[in-house]
């Protein structure tokens, strides 16, 4: 997943189809990854720290989340606030060049990650946005 400042900055790297646009200006900033192409979705986040970082690099920012498949998700950089996943936070902390720590995060389903072929959206990943069918 990649990580913009705005729908404009996406557009500058990736042409956005009228069911993209209209995601897009629906769900941005927000919990909603739209796939962009076969290698890459993209994501304008509700935290503003992400997105003042992708603005000032004037780039979009590769964003990868600290979760593994299948095990209980991290919220925290803080061990003594997620004991049982201190060693996830350890292994992450040891073997990850630049990590942004911006204190614990809220506890909600991860972003829903969508996409449009022809008139269909496709939902890959059900998190905290239901797309209502009534988009297109």
């Known amino acids: 997943t990649l990580i913009a400042a705005s729908q404009k900055q996406v557009e500058q790297f990736f042409p956005l189809t009228s069911c ?10 927000g ?3 739209i796939v962009v192409n076969k290698h890459f979705a993209v994501r ?11 603005k000032e690099s004037a ?3 590769i964003a990868t989340s ?6 209980k998700e991290l919220f ?3 061990p003594a606030a997620q004991p ?7 292994y992450l902390q040891q073997h990850v060049d630049d990590v942004f720590d911006i204190g614990a995060l809220p506890r909600r389903l991860p972003s829903t990650v969508v996409e449009c072929c022809d008139k269909t959206i496709i939902v890959h990943r ?4 239901v797309i209502a069918k009534k988009m297109l």
């Open 20 to 29: 993209q646009k209209k995601l897009a200006r629906t769900y941005w900033p």
């Open 31 to 33: 919990p909603l990854s």
């Open 44 to 54: 304008v986040p509700d935290e503003a720290h992400a997105r003042k970082l992708a």
């Open 59 to 61: 780039t979009l920012l």
């Open 66 to 71: 600290a979760n593994i498949s299948g095990e």
């Open 76 to 78: 925290s950089l803080d």
């Open 84 to 90: 049982n996943r201190a060693a996830a936070i350890h």
């Open 126 to 129: 059900q998190g905290s946005i």
